[in-house]
């Protein structure tokens, strides 16, 4: 597919910043350039991304990852959970400097592009860490440490919610990014179970496409029980 002009590229980001309610700069309109830039070129040759059009990439990524921002607190530790090519995690960090942001992936190819994004971009208090969640919420120098975790598109909100509240500390939130359905009904057991409690879901739709999307934030109250996370196995088998 044929690349716009960089002046284009640079009205894109510019209309999916002013879309998601974010103040426009020069550097933060430039490194999300780079960054856009570096994903398409990286893409060629590792399966990153289906969508690479410029104006799908400042809508369906960009702006819905910045969709997120009013709803993390100031200075917050947050983990992206299943971040593949950095959405919405790192396309938060560009433009919320404030944020102390772990990349987890269990796909190698992908934490690899993400080093070389966060390397080329020239960030600070950002990784990217090869793993799975049910793993890294069994280790105590990740359980009950983040502020805030994040995913998209990653699985099914009870199994997602297993796999994200034990990372959480107390007090902090999961914000599940889903489509049309936010997949909350039936989630009072896995929410008791895993010391949750739903807070609100805001829709809202993607300009330019028939996306409507929801964004689902839940409370973590208290400490994950031990038991919890189970193996990836029992969650898929046996899900909350």
């Not at 938060?92 to 080093?115: A, E, G, H, M």
């Amino acid at each position: 597919m044929e690349r716009l002009g960089a002046a284009v590229e640079e009205r894109i980001v510019v209309k999916a910043l002013e879309r998601a309610g974010i103040k426009v700069s020069p550097e933060t309109v430039n490194r999300t350039v780079l960054f856009i830039d570096h994903l398409i070129d990286v893409n060629k040759t590792v399966n990153l991304t289906t969508i690479t059009d410029d104006k799908m990439i400042g809508t369906r990524h960009l702006q819905d990852s910045w969709m997120l921002c009013p709803h993390i607190p100031d200075r917050s530790t947050l983990i992206d959970i299943g971040s593949g090519a950095g959405f919405p995690g790192l396309a938060l960090k560009i433009v919320r400097p404030d944020l102390d942001v772990t990349l987890l992936d269990s796909v190698r190819k992908k934490t690899d592009f993400l080093d070389s994004a966060i390397e080329r971009l020239g960030l600070s208090h950002v990784r990217a860490i090869h793993g799975r969640a049910e793993e890294l919420g069994r280790d105590l120098l990740y359980r009950d440490r983040f502020g805030v975790a994040v995913a998209r598109a990653v699985t099914a909100l009870p199994a997602l919610l297993e796999l994200s509240l034990p990372l959480v500390k107390p007090g902090g939130l999961l914000i599940a990014m889903k489509g049309q359905d936010d997949e909350t009904t039936g989630l009072d057991y896995a929410l008791k179970q895993l010391k949750g409690r739903l807070e609100k879901i805001i829709k809202y739709e993607l300009p330019d496409t028939d996306y409507t999307r929801s964004l689902v934030i839940i409370k973590k109250l208290l400490p994950t029980p031990s038991r919890y996370p189970r193996r990836m196995a029992a969650i898929r088998k046996n899900p909350l």
